[in-house]
Every structure is written in structure tokens, then in C-alpha cells.
């Protein structure tokens, strides 16, 4: 420390170094007499006079901190001088618990809240080795701060993860540390990386129609996948689905949502309102209209996760197929002895038949080749002509089944594979479809229960290529017998190229007046 003359105030300093930042304490002394240029020269009697006074206040202080090495009460002097509150400075090793006490209007989920206490032991444990001086909060110097995000990002988490664990730990140190100025943060400063977000993919009309098919003997999950499917809501609020927020006599749902705490009003389609007539006759007395889901969510919610991926790992792979529904043997068998006996006497029904039999009885290719006298030009084709007609899976395929890691995708950097088919999806796919469909923007939230247009827009509106092409292909042979300069493609083309997030609804007022007048 060291006394600290300045032009501009009357009174004495006391300047010290505080985590990097020069800090000046106003001594409670005045300056007297002629100041000399510099304080280390010497004044006429008052000023000396006044100095000495300053100086024994400086000791004072000075003692203090000496005392007191991580500064807690000298900063604990000053926040009370500054507040007029007693200031509090918590021990790191307590950072969940304290986090745990923060006021809140809602209280976090319990799953969120275990991830956060998680990551705050985390960084009091690396502290603990780093800096060990270090046993407040008030002690962690930026430097250390900054190479515990450092250590986050060697450990391989993904962007969103590294910004989620800074914002999480930025906002802890405000919340707990209130009294000083915003520089006193360690994390102050410090900048969010830019994320490679993965969104999930909306279901194609056939593969929602497997989905269904697949969990229809269900009656456990069968009801959820309807919920999600047709309302949009996420897998908890579609899982506490209360009777309360339903009136079937009007066609509608009310439900706030979990999440956002927003109002969703949802119209109830007949899928959903005959899902919700069983319920009625099998939830018994329970508030819920689905209790079995509603208690393995509350209880276990992976266990809701585990048992939909099942589900949409088997109807992805159907949907794959085009369709195709495994069969028996018995039923492959006679499908194709009657679909070759429609094809009369002809030589070709008698190839055709040999080598269905052949495969059937479980030869390999190479060996129908060699006792029908086929290539396997021919064989494949006979097999695959057979599975078209048939409707049915008849080629044994040597790729394994769909499993639920299949959902995944690997992430350019992090420690997890991203989801691109879930739950969730039903929401996207929802929300796709319907703005597709030209249902207005404002409505969709109004069932989403989303607080702002740009969330629904950048992550869930995921229409694919196939629907543009679509929409310019209908109209293209107009496009081609117009004149010269410009034509309506040239235009559709211009406003699709420049269309964004924010500008969409415009757009489409104009794509749509292009098309009126072709």
C-alpha cells in the first residue's frame, strides 16, 4: 500500500492492488497547508502535518490486510461503507450450497439444478489445487478463472457446454458477490464461444405413420407419442398432461408450460381425443391423464427417453424400407407362389420360381446362382422384383438393425453425440409442418408456448429441400413461356436466395404475389 496524493480531492489515499486493479481508500483525512508538485517531496508544516496523520491511518490499514492476507475484511469494510449492508463472503467449497439459496421465481429443475452444483464443485475442487490461497469466492483471481475454462475446453466439452458452465459461473459470482463493482468478477470480460448447434430433423409424413404403427399395441408410451405428435409440447409437459388443462367439449388443451412458464392454448385432434376418452376410463381418480408416464417421469425420466428412441428406432427402419413389414416365412412363401402362378407358364415364372424357392429354403446367393443356373444380375433382380410386388421384406440384408445410438449424430467437438431424432422431434416436426402449411407465425407460438419469434425460426422451422423444389416445380413450366426480363423464376429465385429469419414473413407475402400472377 501507499499514501496517494491526488489533484482533484482535498482528501488522503491509501492505494493497493486488488485482483490486478488499483484500488484507492479515502483515509478520512484532510489534505492542509501548500501541496508540494509530487507527494514525495516535502510541503510546509500543515501539509507535513496532515501527511503524518494520513500516514498513521495507512498503517492502520495496512496492518489490517497484513492480518487479514486474502483482504476479507478490509473489502468487507468497504462494501459495508459502500452499502450500508453487511457483506457476506462465502467459502468456495460451499458454491452449491449457496447457488442453491439464490432467490428465484421458479425454482430450477431438479435434473438442471444437479448439473449446475456439479459443475460448481468442479471448479471449487480446481481452485482448491490452482490456488490454494484461495478459500473465498472473493480470492479467485481472473487468471485462474480463465484457465478453468481452459481446462473445460482440454476436457473436450462442446461450445454450448463451455458457454453454458461460463454463464453459470459469471452469474453465481454476481448473485453471491453483489457489492463491488462488475471488474471484481473473475469472469468478467470473458466472451461465449460460437456453437455448432445440431437441431433435430422433422419426421416425413411416412415415417410418423410408422411410428404410430410400431407403438400401437403400447398402451404404456403409445399415448405420449400421440401427445407429442399432435400438441407439440415437450416430453414432461406431454407426460403431465393434467385433466384440468383439457376440455374435449371445446377441442382444446390449456397448458403452461413447464419450461418458459408460458400459456399454450393446443386444438385436441381426433387421434388425440380418442387417446384422451381411454385415458378418461383408465386414469381412475389420478389428477394425471396418463399416471404411469407422469410417475416414471417424475421418478425416472430417461426411462420416458429410452422407451420412445425404441420405438422410432423400429419405425425409422420400417419407414426405410418404404413401408415393407417384416412377415413370416410362411406368408413370403405364399405371396410369392401366388403372385409367380399370376404370371402364367411363361419360362421366365419358372426361373423366377426356382431361385424364390431356392432363397427361401436359406441358400446363399452364390449358391442360387449355381443350382438355378442365374447370374446375380438375375438373381437380384428376381428378388427384388419380388419384394416390390409382394410389399413385404423377402431379401435377407446383411445390415444390422436400427439401433437408438442410429439417432445420433457425432458433434464437430464435444464429449456427447448430438440428438437428431427424439422426442423433441415431434415438436420440430409440428412446428415445420405448420408453418409449411402457411399457418401464421403467431399462432404457432400460441401453441408452442415460445416467447419469440426468432427461437422458433433458427431452431425449429426445418423444412428440407424437397419442399422448395416442390414449390418451384409446380410452377416452372409458367416460369419457362415467360418473356425475358425479369420472369417470375428469376424473382422467386432472388427472394429465396435473400430470404433469413427476420425477413421470411415479407418474403413470403411476396413470393406468394409472384405466384398470383402467373
Sequence with gaps: MALILRRSSKWWYAGFRSNGR???????????????????????????????????????????????????????????????????????????????????????????????????????????????????????????AKAFLAAEEAR???????????????????????????GSNPFHGLVTKAS??????????????????????????????????????????????????????????????????????????????????????????SPFCFPAAAEMYLNNPDGITWRVKQVLAKALELAAGGGRKPLSPDEVRQRGLAYIDGLGNKARAGKLRAVFLTYLDGASLEEVMAKTECSRGTVSNYLNELE??????????????????DLQVERKTGRRRASVHDFHSFRVTWITVALAAGVPLEVVQRVTGHRT????LKHYFRPGRDDFRKALMTAMPQMLSEGTAP????????????????????????????????
Design 22 to 144: 488499483r484500488k484507492l481508500i479515502n483515509l478520512g483525512v484532510v489534505v492542509e497547508g501548500q501541496r508540494p508538485r509530487s507527494v514525495s517531496d516535502t510541503g510546509d508544516d500543515e501539509f507535513e502535518r496532515s501527511r503524518g496523520r494520513a500516514l498513521a491511518a495507512h498503517d492502520r490499514i495496512a496492518k489490517e490486510v497484513e492480518e487479514d492476507r486474502t483482504g476479507q475484511r478490509t473489502l468487507q469494510n468497504l462494501a459495508e461503507m459502500k452499502t450500508g449492508k453487511k457483506a457476506a463472503f462465502p467459502k468456495l467449497a460451499d458454491l452449491p450450497k449457496h447457488w442453491d439459496e439464490i432467490p428465484r421465481r421458479k425454482a430450477p429443475d431438479a435434473r438442471y439444478a444437479t448439473q449446475c452444483k456439479v459443475t460448481l464443485k468442479r471448479f471449487a475442487d480446481f481452485i482448491a489445487k490452482e490456488q490454494p490461497d484461495a478459500t473465498e469466492y472473493v480470492g479467485v483471481k481472473p487468471a485462474t
Design 156 to 182: 473436450g466439452v462442446s461450445p454450448k457446454t463451455w458457454n453454458d458452465t461460463l454463464k453459470l459461473l459469471r452469474a453465481t459470482f454476481k448473485h453471491l458477490h453483489p457489492h463491488l463493482n462488475e
Design 196 to 285: 455448432d448447434t445440431v437441431n433435430r430433423e422433422p419426421f416425413t409424413v411416412e415415417e410418423l405413420k410408422a411410428i404410430l404403427e410400431v407403438c400401437a399395441e403400447d398402451d404404456f408410451i403409445r399415448p405420449i407419442i400421440v401427445t407429442g405428435i399432435h400438441t407439440a409440447m415437450r416430453r414432461g409437459d406431454c407426460c403431465l398432461l393434467n385433466w384440468d388443462d383439457v376440455n374435449l367439449g371445446e377441442g382444446f388443451l390449456r397448458v403452461k408450460t413447464a419450461k418458459t412458464g408460458e400459456m399454450a392454448d393446443i386444438p385436441v385432434f381426433p387421434l388425440l381425443a380418442e387417446e384422451l376418452r381411454k385415458a378418461r376410463v383408465t386414469s381412475g381418480n
Design 388 to 405: 416390390r410386388e409382394l410389399g413385404c421384406t423377402v431379401l435377407r440384408s446383411k445390415k444390422r438393425a436400427l439401433t437408438v445410438s
Design 453 to 456: 419469434t426468432a427461437v422458433v
Design 487 to 518: 420472369s417470375p423464376r428469376d424473382q422467386m429465385r432472388t427472394i429465396l436466395e435473400g430470404m433469413t429469419a427476420e425477413t421470411w414473413r415479407e418474403d413470403r407475402r411476396r413470393l406468394l404475389e409472384v405466384v398470383a400472377g402467373m
